[in-house]
């Protein structure tokens, strides 16, 4: 949904409480993130909804590399 400011400035809301400038940092480093996936085991941390991190582990590699 576009809405405009006060300002008369206009922005997109996608009703995630994300700028688009957030949203699309996002996006660029959960590709980053599926490339290295692919090549090694990576270290990454999920952001809890209350807000904490949670550390985790993962690769999309397959075994027989």
Do not use: P
């Not at 688009?20 to 999920?46: D, H, P, Q, T």
Request: charged share 30%; glycine share 10%.
């Amino acid at each position: 949904m576009i809405r405009v400011k006060e300002n008369g400035d206009a922005y997109l809301d996608f009703g995630t409480g994300h700028t688009m400038s957030e949203a699309i940092k996002g996006a660029w480093a959960n590709i980053k993130l599926r490339a290295l996936l692919g090549k090694k085991v990576v270290e990454f941390y999920f952001k809890k909804n209350d807000g904490t991190l949670r550390q985790a582990f993962g690769t999309l590699m397959s075994e027989n590399r």
